[in-house]
């Protein structure tokens, strides 16, 4: 099984502040079958990024993902009052998908 | 647009087998183009995949939940279904289904989710 692991598990930040939120990956991922996603309370997930770079349609260019291998990146240029939430990655790399544990952004 | 929809119970009794549906309006379960999954979260374990299947019944199933799940899927009527037999506290979580997508008929990440259903396990 590859473990995803999410940092921080808390991000403090204010708004129009940049965001880097971390997973690193317990193996090799190819970065075609890494995805992140946000979930806002009470809803479910929605897809930000998937294959580790492409956006979802409709996600704000102010998303973007980057890595490969065992290290993935999501960035949020200039934070939103709505951006403040939780945020998933995900691996379909191997046969059993795996997600990390999440790291939630919250306002300063 | 596609919308799914997840329906069951709310609450199961432990030991007995707890039964979801998707209905997919707007989009056909027998496209060849996606691949649907069943996914829970639960407030101690986050988010865990429990398995998919495609249109031609083909599935996949999380190696922790295989010996309980079987993921069915039903063209004629649009839909998809889980059952998880032997349930306990363990299994309560919120259930959500989802729409994979291919690339180049290779599976990629979810792009709708239902808006999900709690199940409690409790007697």
């Known amino acids: 099984e590859i473990v995803l692991t999410q940092s921080p598990g808390t991000l403090s930040l204010s708004p129009g502040e940049r965001a880097t939120l971390s997973c690193r990956a317990s193996?090799?991922?190819?970065?075609?079958?890494l995805a992140w996603y946000q979930q806002q309370p009470g809803q479910a997930p929605r897809l930000l990024i998937y294959?580790?770079?492409s956006r979802a349609t409709g996600i704000p260019d102010r998303f973007s993902g980057s890595g490969s291998g065992t290290d993935f990146t999501l960035t949020i240029s200039r934070l939103e009052p709505e951006d403040f939430v939780v945020y998933f990655c995900?691996?379909?790399?191997?046969?059993?998908?795996?997600f990390g544990q999440g790291t939630k952004l919250e306002m300063k | 647009q596609v919308q799914l929809q997840e329906s069951g119970p709310g609450l199961v009794k432990p030991s007995e087998t707890l039964s979801l549906t998707c209905t997919v309006s707007?989009?056909?379960?027998?496209?060849?183009?996606?691949?649907w999954n069943w996914i829970r979260q639960s407030p101690g374990k986050g988010l865990e995949w429990i398995g998919y299947?495609?249109?031609?019944?083909?599935?996949n199933y999380n190696p922790s939940l295989k010996s309980r799940i079987t993921i069915s899927i039903d063209t004629s009527k649009n839909q998809f279904s889980l059952k998880l037999s032997s349930v306990t506290a363990a299994d309560t979580a919120v259930y959500y289904c989802?729409?994979?997508?291919?690339?180049?008929?290779?599976?990629?990440?979810?792009?709708?989710w239902g808006q999900g259903t709690m199940v409690t396990v409790s007697s």
């Open positions: 707007g989009g056909s379960v027998s496209s060849g183009s996606y691949y």
């Open positions: 193996q090799s991922v190819s970065s075609r079958y």
């Open positions: 989802a729409r994979g997508f291919m690339t180049r008929k290779v599976r990629d990440a979810f792009d709708i």
């Open positions: 294959g580790a770079s």
């Open positions: 995900q691996q379909y790399d191997s046969s059993l998908f795996t």
């Open positions: 299947i495609y249109y031609s019944g083909s599935t």
